[in-house]
């Protein structure tokens, strides 16, 4: 799984290069509009060790942004699955707000927290919170007749367990949406650095752009693509196992 | 009787010269969004001297995202706004780009501080003190370049990222915040002054420090191939830069600029107006637009020294002077 994901990344970056430069060379363009091959090789040179440790910084920040949000989705999700008046004002509220542009309300966010950490991660949590969200109380309130109905008649059945049911029938989807949910997180963190913070790769980008330096953003660009191939490859490994574990 | 008159008609429109028939269309991108630091172009505009050349002129208001150099060369603008620092480094990277006016004589960015925090007598009261710097935009290199200049080493102040907002500035948390002084230096000066502080502003320019803002480019190929339409664009936009340091244009130059910028009150715009014809007119109305080479040369000096290009590129062969 891991090596296709980055094997994928690799074809696609390498495509998109290869039409850029075509591009590049067919209409004669300068190296100021889009840098040719040995500028980008002397570029990654010179930037790629300090783009690569500010595409870990922005990774770890999205792993913990990411993972809050499953917590608390899965928090909401629960809550909301039941047909009672607080599930149905949960719905209502999470289909709403999902509704609202993160970007809109990404300036406040930054007046109030400030250009730091704290500002980071609540916009990556945020980003990829609310598609989660969708997806668990969609999965949580769709009951699974079959098995549900046995332990209703005995009497056995506690919210923990139909909880578990229903987890463990969607497991698939669920393991999906959060392996998905991890580029929504890195995307959360990256606009959330090219806005306003001063870390992370979506900082240097910012910086790349001040300084028409599109080779450092296709640095960049690489940067983000493998980290991100990297996690969602062990995102799903992780899935693997856990379906193997609870199947078994 | 109606066949001779459609005859005649027919007749002086064919006869009649190119140019009183059809201007010539031109798109100029700009650096950034309209404000009084584009009054002369929204002038030249609204006052018709781009009609008189017979050019029918879109302006495109800029942004941080957009780049004139670019847009010339893959030919979506015909001419543009950019400043000095990106003209060098497109230079630097093969891109045919040309100087064809230098709009400010001045450089409008400067380090607004209060008063009461510090007296600014000479580069060793930086010592010590927090300044706020966009890292990667043209202000980062003007403060080295300032800050080394002056003998002081990096130690020895406390450089501080700017983003958004002022807050940290007005919570003095930073001591010298970077502001263009024609537009931003105005708003929060007024509003300072207004809560009873008194503010002061760092000119770079009296510390020796003399780098280029934003000037009119062109591409080498419009410049060759089409001089003519390049003149004509030139001298209708410096008619309109000339009439917004004309004092007989002052409510019309207003009025031009509050056509965009409805968020600025019509006191503060007069107040801007008359900023920002100090920097672009310092020596008079006749040398506005006027390229400074030696002012050229120091910025690609500095650009040089912090790394922005790794090689000399001779800039003053990319300055048009008449």
């Known amino acids: 799984m891991l090596h296709n994901r980055i094997f994928q990344f690799l074809l696609i970056y390498t495509l998109g290069l290869l039409l850029l430069l075509a591009v590049k060379y067919i209409f004669g363009l300068s190296d100021y509009v889009i840098p040719g091959f040995w500028l980008l090789w002397r570029t990654a040179g010179d930037v790629s060790v300090r783009y690569a440790v500010d595409g870990v910084n922005t990774l770890s920040v999205a792993i913990i942004g990411q993972m809050a949000s499953i917590l608390l989705a899965f928090f909401i999700g629960i809550v909301g699955r039941q047909a009672t008046w607080l599930g149905t004002i949960v719905k209502v509220a999470a289909y709403n707000v999902q509704a609202y542009p993160i970007v809109a309300i990404a300036p406040i966010i930054f007046i109030l927290l400030g250009d730091g950490f704290l500002s980071r991660l609540f916009i990556a949590a945020m980003i990829c919170y609310f598609p989660l969200l969708l997806s668990v109380v969609g999965i949580m309130s769709e009951p699974v007749t079959d098995i549900e109905h046995f332990y209703q008649q005995t009497g056995r059945m506690r919210w923990q367990l139909e909880v578990k049911i229903r987890a463990f029938e969607n497991l698939s989807k669920l393991t999906t949406v959060i392996a998905g949910s991890s580029t929504l997180a890195l995307a959360g963190t990256i606009v959330a650095e090219f806005i306003a913070a001063n870390a992370g790769i979506g900082y240097n980008i910012r910086i790349a752009l001040y300084q028409s330096d599109l080779a450092k953003i296709l640095v960049a660009l690489f940067m983000i693509g493998i980290t991100l191939s990297i996690y969602q490859g062990l995102l799903e490994i992780l899935g693997h196992s856990v379906r193997k574990a609870w199947t078994s | ?322």
């Open chain 2, 1 to 322: 009787m109606w066949k001779s008159t459609a005859l005649v008609s027919f007749l002086v429109l064919l006869l009649a010269p190119k140019s009183a028939m059809a201007a010539d269309e031109v798109t100029y991108r700009l650096k950034w969004l309209i404000n009084m630091s584009t009054v002369g172009d929204v002038l030249a505009q609204s006052q018709g001297f781009f009609k008189s050349e017979q050019l029918a002129v879109t302006l495109k208001p800029g942004g941080p995202e957009r780049d004139a150099i670019r847009e010339l060369e893959l030919g979506y603008a015909h001419f543009g706004v950019a400043s000095a620092d990106q003209v060098i480094k497109a230079v630097a990277k093969g891109a045919p780009v040309v100087v064809i006016a230098q709009l400010f004589q001045i450089n409008p960015l400067q380090w607004i501080y209060f008063e009461d925090n510090f007296t600014l007598n000479g580069a060793s009261d930086l010592i010590g003190k927090r300044i706020g710097i966009t890292f990667g935009k043209n202000d980062e290199y003007i403060m080295k370049a300032l800050l080394n200049q002056s003998g002081i080493a990096l130690d020895q102040v406390r450089l501080f990222s700017v983003r958004l907002d002022y807050t940290p500035f007005f919570h003095r948390q930073v001591d010298l915040w970077p502001v263009y002084a024609n537009t931003q230096g105005i708003e929060i000066g007024n509003s300072l002054e207004k809560a009873g502080e008194r503010i002061g502003f760092l000119h770079p320019v009296r510390f020796g420090v003399n780098f280029v803002a934003n000037s009119v480019v062109t591409s080498m190929k419009r410049l060759a191939d089409d001089p003519e339409l390049v003149r004509r664009f030139s001298s209708a936009l410096l008619k309109g830069w000339r009439a917004a340091c004309d004092p007989g244009f002052r409510d019309k130059a207003i009025a031009a600029v509050q056509r965009y910028d409805r968020d600025t009150d019509r006191d503060t715009l007069k107040v801007q107006l008359q900023e920002t014809q100090r920097l672009v007119s310092p020596q008079g109305l006749k040398h506005i637009g006027d390229i400074d080479i030696a002012a050229w040369r120091q910025t690609e000096q500095i650009m040089l020294t912090y790394g922005q290009i790794n090689r000399p590129v001779g800039i003053e062969k990319y300055l048009i002077v008449p």
